[in-house]
Nanobody, 120 residues
Framework: EVQLVESGGGLVQPGGSLRLSCAAS????????IGWFRQAAGKGREGVSY????????YYADSVNGRFTISSDNAKNTVYLQMNSLKPDDTAVYYC?????????????WGQGTQVTVSS
């Protein structure tokens, strides 16, 4: 059974940074794709970033390109999302997903989400 557990969310001031973690289990960590998505209050779920271990490809939404970085630690079965220069518009619940149909919010499995709030 595929399981994903996000952590690292919280309250941060505009311009600040957070690092989200997605701990994964139940599938081979050398052959996977993970996406980060977010959902703000009253809005649909949108793709933020994507990583595939198969070819090392990474993708970012235009709104976060240059500010967010996705990375992985295969030894820890964990994918990270480093978020810098955060803005109030980044406020949302962030989810990681296994084998997403990037950039659509369709995936084989989802984590429970972690809240990120950017506010002064």
């Amino acid at each position: 059974e595929v399981q994903l557990v996000e952590s690292g969310g919280g309250l941060v001031q505009p311009g600040g940074s957070l690092r989200l973690s997605c701990a994964a289990s139940g599938f081979p960590f050398d052959d996977y794709a993970i996406g980060w998505f977010r959902q703000a209050a009253g809005k649909g779920r949108e793709g933020v970033s994507y990583f595939s271990s198969r070819d090392g490809s990474t993708y970012y939404a235009d709104s976060v390109n240059g500010r967010f970085t996705i990375s992985s630690d295969n030894a820890k079965n964990t994918v990270y999302l480093q978020m810098n220069s955060l803005k109030p518009d980044d406020t949302a619940v962030y989810y990681c997903a296994a084998e997403p149909d990037w950039p659509q919010a369709v995936a084989g499995a989802w984590g429970q989400g972690t809240q990120v709030t950017v506010s002064s």
